[in-house]
């Protein structure tokens, strides 16, 4: 006769029959669980457990290698788990009041006479407002040695709504301004998933002494603007990477192509896409793979290189090779980094130039005019010093 089976025989063989099942779920749950960026709270197919598996199979191989990318969901994030939405709702009218306290002071301001003049006061291709001969000058035009046809656009638009009212001008920078610092807070909870380092980031951003220029100057309106296109399409490119669909890919390569056409200098995005896929968005796909991906991107940014350095050396803003040597030219390069680094920490001696020393030094020499304009804001600055040296265009 068959020994009748103890309590431990039948906790024992209950373990084993659950086993399996206990062990897909456990399973289950290693490979959602997975650390993966986002302020939505993005859940990871491709951690650690996920990227073991892969190995032990074809077909999970080649999905992980199919697209390397993450989907979205409620789990952690790369900066702990997301506070409550609420904590960020009452944070957002905290940086609005912020800019608001710091810029309304500009909607009293006037035009200044540099480069004011150049892009919108003395232009009657702005200052007449939009019109169709208007927005495709603005697409065809290399005035001011630029081409930014979404800027020019802008400046209409200001005209067509609020005539040549400074104050007005001055107010819609103010309102770029605070929307970028709103999206900014956006998406790095959304990249780190913590709502009051973000917040501290976005705070920074919108109070910043280095902030001022681009907002209280009315010709610095392209750098606000790029500001935008710069932080959406850095948004749609985060959800292209955690959930890949066309319209986020789309969107992102629309949002970048605006940028492009506000201010140039956005074509070093598509390689800061790439350092935030290494963090905090952690894609496990091979750097070479999303290097190609982003082709378009790359294509649009050479495309608008070429643009702007025809443009600018037509426009005499191109200095000759014999007068600044390529060498000096990437020590300055180099020198100016470490200098705008420092303003980030120490935000002292501010101007909206600063000339190469030896542009300095040959002004000095030529005995430049040091009060070329009797209501000069800046009349002891270096831009005015050397101001006789450079094209007419850029005075």
């Not at 084993?16 to 959602?32: D, F, I, W």
């Not at 002071?105 to 939009?130: A, C, W």
């Not at 949002?255 to 070093?268: I, Q, W, Y």
């Amino acid at each position: 006769m068959p020994a009748r089976p103890t309590k431990k025989t039948k906790r024992a063989t209950s373990g084993a029959r659950s086993g399996p099942s206990a062990s897909a779920r456990v399973g289950a749950r290693s490979e959602s669980g997975a650390s993966a960026p986002g302020g939505a709270g993005a859940r990871s197919e491709t951690g650690p457990s996920a990227r073991s598996t892969a190995r032990s199979g074809p077909s999970a191989g080649a999905s992980s290698t199919r697209a390397g990318r993450t989907r979205s969901g409620p789990s952690t994030v790369a900066g702990g788990p997301a506070s409550s939405p609420l904590t960020a709702w009452l944070l957002a009218p905290v940086l609005l009041v912020a800019v608001l306290a710091i810029y309304w002071q500009t909607t009293s301001f006037e035009f200044v006479n540099l480069d004011d003049g150049l892009y919108l006061v003395d232009n009657p291709r702005v200052n007449k407002g939009l019109s169709a001969e208007n927005v495709r000058w603005a697409f065809t035009t290399g005035h001011a040695a630029n081409w930014h046809p979404v800027t020019w656009l802008s400046h209409q638009a200001d005209v067509a709504l609020f005539g040549m009212n400074a104050g007005a001008h001055h107010a819609v920078s103010m309102v770029w301004h605070a929307l970028n610092a709103l999206l900014l807070f956006a998406l790095m909870r959304a990249l780190t998933g913590s709502t009051w380092k973000s917040f501290f980031v976005a705070a920074f951003f919108a109070v910043h002494p280095t902030r001022v220029e681009s907002v209280a100057w009315v010709a610095e309106r392209k750098d606000v603007l790029s500001t935008f296109f710069w932080l959406s399409s850095t948004w749609a490119w985060m959800k292209w990477v955690r959930r890949p669909a066309l319209k986020w890919f789309l969107a992102a390569l629309v949002l970048f192509a605006f940028g492009l056409m506000s201010k140039p200098m956005l074509v070093t995005v598509p390689f800061t896409w790439l350092l935030l896929e290494h963090w905090p968005l952690a894609r496990p796909a091979p750097l070479r793979e999303r290097v190609i991906e982003k082709w378009p991107f790359f294509s649009l940014a050479i495309a608008s290189s070429l643009i702007t350095f025809i443009v600018q050396r037509e426009g005499g803003a191109v200095g000759s090779a014999a007068l600044l040597p390529i060498g000096d030219r990437i020590t300055r390069a180099l020198v100016s980094y470490v200098r705008y680094l420092g303003q980030l920490v120490w935000p002292v001696d501010l101007a909206p130039f600063y000339p190469h020393p030896m542009e300095t030094a040959m002004a000095a020499a030529a005995g430049a005019d040091r009060h070329r304009c009797a209501h000069d804001p800046y009349p002891d600055s270096a831009a005015r010093r050397t101001a006789k040296l450079l094209p007419p265009d850029r005075r």
